[in-house]
């Protein structure tokens, strides 16, 4: 990437500004090297001057003078200039942006792609969400975001692995299994009741319904007693196949799926606690079996064993974890929603105390999703149990509008999600206005063949063509691909790929409408073909980070 070009100029100058001018200190500064709010300052900047004005003993105006002095040639590079209180602004030429068609045009989707992350394999643990019921909103943001995070960090080159953890066993599966059984025995003509602690969606109504037609004559003999392990495991299979089909539709794949149970089934629950025992973080009170989660900074001691024996939801969680951490993963992601906001120090603390290095599990927290329609707050049902479900905001609004929305916004954020919004066709729209760039430019692929014009190699393409200030735009928002995608990557912020998608598209409607692309002047128009082959390729990979088909025809 071209700002390290400078870094490393920048940095050369200093130890040569050092040796010739007896100056201390100024080697192995930090110093940034980033683009500049104001484009009139050159394409990038750096405040090296400023940082060593202090070591040096100089002011900062002097010590960039010197810098000037010293600095070794950079490729590409028109010119340097000092600015304001010690910065220097480096302005590139017409071979850089060139070079950045060159790469473009020749590499596709994947040609910014870096290896940066090629020594970390992370393991992404997103969704999860209990297989009680079908995934709501909410945890369509949090699936969304996984995905693109995912996307993105692989397109860093970190090796990623996709987990749905899923909580099959507890007391809740419990409370789940009783609520369908009741359902069940309702649509077959009997009395009975939802449990007041147990679930009251509408959905259960229609699974119950399901499970007496399937298998209603098959439980009608079967003693009461023994109803509650074969609803429980019809409704964790109806549960879970809701929760793929739903994850299907919106293109978010999994390439591993953990069960809780199979925590419990294979002794991991009860190692994780001897474990931590053996290394002196459990201690007995109140009949209870707690761990010192505040030696870790947690505010208070946590229950992993009440007083009756039952295991608290932090005791398999610990030990998914420490199963995590067993399987060779470097770095640990797991994306939760809004109500696990308290759960961060404790599973942080259960990490530290397991002894891995509690820096190496991130949590981010996916904030709420309040839906509109034209403005107005979509109502929930006073009904328990009912919510808006991501399977009908898909169905409604379609896959691409949905991913889009749901990423757009950072997830710390609380979002605005208007249905009407996502579903207008117009430019207004930004799933539509991005979507729309990438078919204006297979319809100029289109009426180039239409009308004959072949786009010869790039080799006999004289790029100096491109003048027009709209061209120019669109190459240097193309060469903010890599740096915005390593920028996603690295602050675990996949909604900075839509915004830099947004900025791409407006460049290039931009040179649509001011640039015609197939003229009179045969050497223009083979530059300008080769600069909508570029822009196809910077297209291809915001859609494909973004999980967003590609539209031919719009």
């Known amino acids: 990437m071209f700002p390290e070009a400078i870094r490393r100029a920048v940095a050369d100058a200093l130890r040569s500004v050092a040796a010739a001018a007896g100056l201390p200190g100024l080697d192995g500064l930090e110093f940034v090297v980033e683009r500049p709010r104001d484009r009139r300052h050159g394409d990038w900047a750096t405040n090296a001057a400023l940082v060593a004005s202090r070591p040096a003993g100089r002011p900062p105006r002097e010590v960039a003078a010197l810098i000037l002095e010293h600095?070794?040639?950079?490729?590409?590079?028109?010119?340097?200039?000092?600015?304001g209180p010690g910065f220097l602004n480096f302005t590139l030429g017409p071979s850089w942006y060139a070079a950045v068609l060159a790469r473009a045009a020749?590499?596709?989707?994947?040609?910014?792609?870096?290896?940066?992350?090629?020594?970390?394999?992370?393991?992404?643990?997103?969704?999860?969400?209990?297989?009680?019921?079908?995934?709501?909103?909410?945890?369509?943001?949090?699936?969304?975001?996984?995905?693109?995070?995912c996307r993105v960090l692989e397109y860093a080159g970190?090796?990623?692995?996709?987990?749905?953890?899923?909580?099959?066993?507890?007391?809740?599966?419990?409370?789940?299994?009783?609520?369908?059984?009741?359902r069940c025995r309702q649509a077959l003509g009997e009395e009975a009741s939802v449990p007041e602690d147990g679930y009251h969606g509408a959905y259960l109504e229609a699974w119950g319904r399901e499970l007496a037609a399937a298998q209603g004559e098959a439980l009608r003999v079967l003693p009461a007693e023994d109803w509650g392990p074969e609803v429980l495991r019809w409704g964790l299979a109806r549960a879970m196949r809701d929760i793929e089909e739903t994850l299907e539709l919106a293109r978010i794949p999994f390439d591993s799926w953990f069960s809780e149970a199979e925590l419990h089934r294979r002794g991991e629950v009860e190692e994780a606690i001897r474990r931590l025992e053996e290394r002196g973080f459990l201690y007995r009170a109140e009949g209870a079996l707690w761990f010192r989660s505040t030696d870790f900074g947690d505010e208070k001691d946590r229950v992993l064993i009440t007083r009756d024996g039952r295991y608290t939801y932090l005791a398999p969680d610990i030990a998914y974890h420490l199963d995590k951490f067993g399987r060779g993963f470097d770095r640990l992601i797991n994306i939760w929603g809004a109500d696990h906001h308290g759960y961060v120090p404790r599973m942080k603390a259960?990490?530290?105390?397991?002894?891995?290095?509690?820096?190496?599990?991130?949590?981010?927290?996916?904030?709420?999703?309040?839906?509109?329609?034209?403005?107005?707050?979509?109502?929930?049902?006073?009904?328990?149990?009912?919510f808006v479900t991501f399977r009908k905001v898909i169905e409604e609004v379609g896959a691409d509008a949905a991913r889009y929305y749901l990423v757009a916004v950072s997830p710390d954020t609380t979002l605005n999600f208007d249905l009407e919004e996502a579903k207008r066709q117009s430019m207004e729209?930004?799933?539509?206005?991005?979507?729309?760039?990438?078919?204006?430019?297979?319809?100029?692929?289109?009426?180039?063949?239409?009308?004959?014009?072949?786009?010869?190699?790039?080799e006999e393409a004289d790029l100096t063509r491109l003048g027009h200030p709209a061209e120019i735009e669109l190459l240097k928002q193309a060469d903010r691909l890599g740096e915005e995608v390593a920028e996603a990557a690295a602050r675990r912020a996949p909604h900075r790929i839509a915004a830099y998608a947004q900025d791409f598209a407006t460049a290039f409607h931009k040179f649509y409408t001011d640039c015609r692309v197939v003229t009179d002047d045969a050497a223009l128009t083979q530059a300008r073909l080769w600069l909508v082959e570029a822009a196809k390729s910077v297209l291809a990979a915001v859609l494909g980070l973004l999980g967003l088909s590609a539209p031919d025809h719009m």
């Open 350 to 386: 259960a990490v530290a105390a397991l002894g891995f290095d509690p820096g190496c599990l991130e949590l981010i927290i996916t904030q709420m999703v309040n839906l509109f329609r034209g403005g107005e707050p979509v109502r929930m049902s006073t009904r328990a149990g009912e």
């Open 158 to 182: 970190h090796p990623v692995e996709r987990e749905y953890y899923y909580n099959d066993a507890g007391a809740q599966m419990g409370r789940f299994a009783a609520s369908l059984e009741a």
């Open 429 to 458: 729209n930004p799933v539509y206005y991005l979507q729309y760039a990438y078919a204006r430019v297979r319809s100029l692929e289109e009426f180039a063949a239409r009308e004959g014009v072949e786009r010869r190699p790039l």
């Open 106 to 149: 020749r590499g596709g989707a994947g040609h910014a792609r870096s290896e940066a992350g090629a020594g970390e394999r992370v393991q992404v643990e997103f969704v999860s969400s209990n297989p009680n019921g079908p995934l709501h909103i909410g945890h369509g943001r949090g699936g969304v975001v996984g995905d693109v995070l």
């Open 71 to 83: 600095l070794p040639s950079i490729p590409h590079l028109e010119r340097v200039e000092p600015a």
